[in-house]
């Protein structure tokens, strides 16, 4: 079998005789329309739609999918080995047959993935604009003609009111998108941060269900995984305040049942020209449709002064924002008629006119909010002024009473009186957005209204609230690593319960957009000790939960703020560790020797205990095993001193891990049960399931299979309890490696392609590299040469990336067997050559293997 539709006939033969089966058996729910493609989407938590494209032999299902499918088609175990590799094999033809890719995304979800309801609340009041709900229904009409997904932009300048129109589009039509609504606000001109494309794909994967240990770090892979998630899903796809075109197309679906509407003050030119996109633009509305909104906001009032109403519309320059906060101000007041607030714009608009700039585009709402905010009460339009210093993409009640001085129920109350004015809108889970340009007026009056140092006085209550809670959620979350961290005292602010698990893992994940911002703004505003501090707290979340991108911004603004050694040393800890789970080896290496001087400079043990162990791993990846065991023996050791049990079991387990590359299985085995030891008496169960999955790996290599599988299988569970998908991904892939050395191939297949899964989901190249080579020496095992040689120059490209040279030569040897078994003799002995040339380097018992072969 090689290629897609000979793949297909086989599924849908599959379910024929499943079919049978069931119906023969009495089971005519699944044996009639349990399979037909609804019921199997049903049974899948899929689109009807994709089940279509797979068994139609128009798109080949992804390794996790493909799994399911077979699996729900009644396959058995040898049957859905035999089936997973026959994938591979076509996978791998039509991988030839286009040239060189990019990794895959990896497959969806095996669980019914949840369905997102993302849109902001419907707009109130909503009025007008008939021609271009008309125009956005047309372009859905005739979605079906379109080879890919349809998108259209609507642009119009600031406070037109293009968000408005789309969301109330999107909740007009959201039914006819049954598998979900994402959205995006991606902040194209807000004054601190635009929402980079890989923020917004993976709070989009979040949003499908997916973990956040399973989302990749790489841009490209996390599209590849969206568009595989989106691929046959009815969706809609609201992308807000985009800036440019370069800022969408990564968000951009492939499947042609996805519709993307993005709204921008760009008339996004590239994306219609490239893209093919259908633009839908707004200017401010006419006379007419500006007199009906302030009707519906306000009521009979606007009938009864039509001239005054009509005024009122022009003097907000006829634009949906500046319309709604005048309406509001009127509504407010019943006693006050159109004409007395037609008066009080005019007298605001001629004192800013004093100060504005000619052209300058915000000159025409500028009254509106001025005299908005001067009809707050005193201490919500301080609290307005106060938000112009948040540097965050939206705000709550506590960081609100922290900027203010002020009880948390009194800040709520502020966000409510702001939020009935439309200065703030309610955003989701008790947070609150601005609009960009609402934002930069309240950047404005706090320049205007603070002083210096009420500015200094709100922003460290701000700043220091988010580092002292963030503190406070990492001691409940990661514990043992309390040491490692800094300790800021509690914040006077009022702060959220954090002392739960589940309500610190929540917190840390809807502030993360803030916190990042926040340590941004603080390292290049003044406040370097913040920064640091956010830096040396939250580095273990966001390596753990994969947030690779606020990682690095995170720690390289804290690098460029730090410049006493101790601080400076565990910040360039942080970078280095996030460079080593992306496989920037060398990267890693130097941050953690700068890390490691720094430490020692300052006497920090368990800062340098730390640097010591990371640049054990890094010598490891990078074959030079006498500095790795040096680098891990040392850090052990101070360990072992200072009386730091967390760190002594974590340096067991590397140490462990190197002696059994060196092949001394003993001594290896002894340090992962001593490491286990260590780790059950702790109750630390996530780091038993290593220290255990690293025995059974070393009792395979001693032909103790048995009691391998014992202790792998105990890993597995440890890692699933503790949500540990990396951790699930390498038991997986070891006890597929001891099944093929039990010979029991179809067992070795399942679990090897489950791994594999994993390894593309979480961006982990290591384990992906090391289980395309435990999948090559299964093929080869099973007689499939063609499709073996196939993963070993998979395994071969991402070991040679990432500098880890033991993984080069495993992929070589692997390569080397596949060619020779296939009859390329002289290919298979340069390959041998090559592979002996790096394990004699090394010094491992690989060399002995490979040189027998040679012989041979």
Known sequence: MQTLPELAALLRELRRRHARQQSSGGATTRGGA?????????????????????????????????????????????????????RDRVEENRRQ??????????????????????????????????????????????????????????????????????????????????????YADLRGYDPQRPLAPAEALARFLRGMGVDGDQIPADEAELAARYRTMLAGRRMLVVLDNAHRADQVRPLLPGSPSCFVLVTSRDDLAGLVARDGAGRVSLDPLPAGEAVTLLRALIGPRVDAEPEAAAALAERCARLPL????????????????????????????????????????????????????????????????????????????????????VPLRRARALLGELARAHLVAPACQGRYSMHDLLRAYAAERAAETLGPAERDTARNGLFGYFLSTAAAAMDTLFPHEHSLRPHPPPAPAPAPPVTEPAAAARWLDQQRPALTAAAVFAARHGWPEHSIGLSRVLWRALEVGGHYTEALAIHSAAAEAATADGARAGVLANLGSIHWWLGNHRTAQEYFEQSLAGHREAGEADGEARALGRLGLVCERLGDYPAALARMREALAICRRTGNRYGEGSHLINLGTLHRRLGNYPEAAELQRAAAAVFTELGEIRLEGYALGNLGATDSLLGRHPEALAHLHRALANCRRAADRGGEGSALGTIGAVYRRLRSYPEALDYLHRALAISRETGDRSLETETLSALGDTLHDMGEARTALAQYRGALALASQAGDRFEQARALDGAARALATAGQRGQARAHWQQALAIFSDLGVPEAAQVRARLGG
Request: net charge negative; hydrophobic share 45%; with cysteine.
């Open 34 to 86: 349990g399979f037909t493609y609804r019921g199997l989407a049903a049974a899948a938590g899929w689109s009807h739609g994709i089940i279509g494209e797979y068994l139609s032999g128009r798109v080949l299902p992804p390794t996790g999918r493909f799994d399911t499918l077979i699996a729900l088609l009644g396959a058995s175990s040898a049957e859905q080995g035999a089936l997973a590799t026959a």
């Open 97 to 182: 047959a286009s040239g060189p890719r990019g990794a895959a995304g990896g497959g969806a979800g095996q669980s019914c993935p949840p369905v997102p309801h993302q849109l902001p609340m419907d707009v109130r009041g909503f009025a007008g604009r008939a021609r271009q709900l008309a125009e956005l229904d047309a372009l859905l009409d005739c979605e079906e003609q379109r080879p890919a997904a349809l998108i259209c932009a609507v642009a119009g300048p600031a406070g037109v009111g293009k968000t408005a129109l789309a969301v109330h589009w999107a909740h007009r039509v959201a039914g006819q998108f049954p598998d979900g609504q994402l």
């Open 322 to 405: 500046a319309l709604r906060i005048a309406a509001e101000l009127a509504a407010a007041r019943p006693d006050m008629t159109v004409a007395d607030l037609l008066d009080g714009l005019q007298d605001e608009q001629d004192r800013l006119d004093l100060l504005a700039v000619a052209e300058d585009p915000r000159t025409a709402v500028r009254s509106v909010f001025s005299w908005s905010c001067q009809h707050l009460t005193r201490d919500a339009a301080h609290a307005f002024s106060l938000l112009g210093l948040h540097p965050g993409p939206d705000t709550d009640d506590y960081a609100l009473a922290a900027l203010a001085g």
